[in-house]
């Protein structure tokens, strides 16, 4: 999850139970309590929830949110009316999976009060066990954890993930987490001379050197993200109704939005990765601007037409 889905969550659930609270509340008070910039905005969130229910799909098992005039309503299905009361087997799966993503690093103090609590009612007896296999560890996860709690430098050969070109780098591993069922180490690479997300499966060889390096005070959270550097690829690309899922899964600037069409600007280190997403987005996307993304476009273009015809 990127951070502009994970903020763009975190806003629908704090909107919809004060709209509840609010009936009618006026756009203008909403947008400026929210933090939106436009109305338009506002009724993207509002669209991602309408119609939202469970099966049955009657009048009674939708919500339904909209603007009338200049005022914003939700109205709730029927079953929000009660509590809900999940199952054993529901019950389980969501403290599995609380407890698979505290055990990944990416949790908090309100996740692991919500464990606790959970782990109360469903695990009276003190000596159950629940495991979570959050993914299986490649080989080296181990040693580059090791490397990190201890403040030391590796070297290691790694297969970039965009050019699948190896080259022998030395690191400062800062963390190791998982994430999407892939492990990441991130630290400093002295090659790149920057920050650097890596994939720990995607690591050819890896030694532990004596240096050590003096880790950051406050590291960055660990998550997986893009950080475009100095050399970085960029392309202006407009997207239409059906490519706005792109907004969500890449770290992308919006430069302006309507109701057609939304124009982006994208940054990669490889003009690959671009062209790649906008030969899958096909007619809902148009390269604005990219040199460089326009010439892997033709290229990958023309490779898939010549198998084609093979």
Not at 31 to 58: I, S
Not at 123 to 134: Q, T
Not at 263 to 281: D, H, M, N
Request: hydrophobic content about 40%; some cysteine; charged content about 25%.
């Amino acid at each position: 999850m990127t951070d502009r889905t994970a903020a763009r969550l975190s806003r629908i659930l704090s909107l919809i139970p004060w709209l509840i609270v609010n009936e009618g509340a006026s756009v203008d008070e909403v947008c400026t309590r929210f933090g939106y910039e436009a109305e338009d905005d506002l009724l993207r969130d509002l669209n991602t929830v309408m119609v939202c229910g469970l099966p049955g799909y009657g009048p009674g098992d939708l919500m339904d949110a909209y603007i009338d005039g200049e005022e914003v309503f939700v109205d709730m299905a029927d079953y929000f009316a009660n509590a809900p009361r999940p199952t054993a087997a529901e019950a389980l799966t969501m403290l599995a999976s609380a407890m698979t993503v505290s055990g990944s690093g990416l949790g908090n103090p309100h996740l692991d009060s919500a464990i606790e609590k959970l782990s109360r009612v469903l695990l009276p007896d003190p000596e159950s066990v629940i495991n979570v296999d959050v993914a299986p560890q490649p080989d080296f996860v181990g040693p580059v954890s090791e490397a990190a709690s201890n403040a030391q430098t590796v070297t290691m050969v790694y297969t970039g993930l965009a050019d699948g070109q190896r080259k022998e780098r030395v690191v400062e591993p800062w963390s190791v987490f998982t994430s999407l069922g892939n492990w990441y180490v991130r630290g400093w690479c002295r090659l790149a001379q920057g920050e650097r997300i890596f994939r720990v499966d995607r690591i050819n060889s890896l030694e532990i050197n004596e240096e050590t390096f003096e880790a950051p005070e406050s590291p960055p959270k660990p998550e997986v993200h893009y950080t475009p550097t100095e050399d970085a690829v960029h392309a202006i690309i407009d997207l239409g109704r059906g490519a706005l899922w792109v907004l969500d899964y890449y770290p992308v600037d919006i430069i302006r939005q309507s109701k057609k069409k939304t124009r982006i600007r994208f940054a990669t280190s490889e003009p690959g990765v671009a062209a790649r997403l906008l030969l899958r987005l096909g007619e809902n996307a148009k390269l604005v601007e990219g040199d460089e993304v326009r010439e892997e476009v033709v290229r990958l273009g023309s490779a898939i037409l010549a198998r084609y015809g093979e």
